[in-house]
T-cell receptor
Framework: DAGVIQSPRHEVTEMGQEVTLRCKPISGHNSLFWYRQTMMRGLELLIYFNNNVPIDDSGMPEDRFSAKMPNASFSTLKIQPSEPRDSAVYFCASSIRDRVGYEQYFGPGTRLTVT | GIQVEQSPPDLILQEGANSTLRCNFSDSVNNLQWFHQNPWGQLINLFY???GTKQNGRLSATTVATERYSLLYISSSQTTDSGVYFC????????????FGKGITLSVRP
């Protein structure tokens, strides 16, 4: 299996621009997670989906952030408009949620820099 | 929510030394994972270990769920073991999620 795939791996953009991050989960996995990692705040869960349905978006920092999962093999995280404080590494992770416990696998991350 | 504490926060080893990393959690869990974040930022699964003991090469892990802790053992450390080690737990339920500790930064010197 190719693992969780994220694109782009690096993104540099100017403040005010729209940013779209993409994720392809591991085939057969039915849960998908978006995380953000910064030095100051560590690893934060932004939102997660079960069977393409958003379950908990309480970690989404503000209305500028939105996430979609139109099908089982694709998800996007969009920031519009972007701000310098959004600079971070954004990780996507997936798992199989067909039992009580599950093992979560992370993608390589997208390093976002907003100038 | 559940609290996850990892210790020590930082660890410096000479290559070849052994080490033990600890994860304490404040409530019962049905999922516990150890991850290694390498210096390039990749988060790599080490163990899925809600209870019991597992071994993978020079690494092994033990979780004592009744006492609410897990240990990660690294033997004969190598410079490639450097990075941050995260413990993450989940309590269960239909929509539960992983809660991560703050991580342990390990530096292995040649």
């Amino acid at each position: 299996d190719a693992g969780v795939i994220q694109s782009p791996r690096h993104e540099v953009t100017e403040m005010g621009q729209e940013v779209t991050l993409r994720c392809k989960p591991i085939s057969g996995h039915n849960s998908l997670f978006w995380y953000r990692q910064t030095m100051m705040r560590g690893l934060e869960l932004l939102i997660y989906f079960n069977n393409n349905v958003p379950i908990d978006d309480s970690g989404m920092p503000e209305d500028r952030f939105s996430a979609k999962m139109p099908n089982a093999s694709f998800s996007t995280l969009k920031i519009q408009p972007s701000e310098p404080r959004d600079s971070a590494v954004y990780f996507c992770a997936s798992s199989i949620r067909d039992r009580v416990g599950y093992e979560q696998y992370f993608g390589p991350g997208t390093r976002l820099t907003v100038t | 929510g559940i609290q996850v504490e990892q210790s020590p926060p930082d660890l410096i080893l000479q290559e070849g030394a052994n080490s033990t990393l600890r994860c304490n959690f404040s409530d019962s869990v049905n999922n516990l994972q150890w991850f290694h974040q390498n210096p390039w930022g990749q988060l790599i699964n080490l163990f899925y270990i809600p209870s019991g003991t597992k071994q993978n090469g020079r690494l092994s892990a033990t979780t004592v769920a009744t006492e609410r802790y897990s240990l990660l053992y690294i033997s004969s450390s190598q410079t490639t073991d450097s990075g941050v080690y995260f413990c993450a737990v989940e309590q269960g339920g239909a929509n539960s999620k992983l809660t991560f500790g703050k991580g342990i930064t390990l530096s292995v010197r040649p």
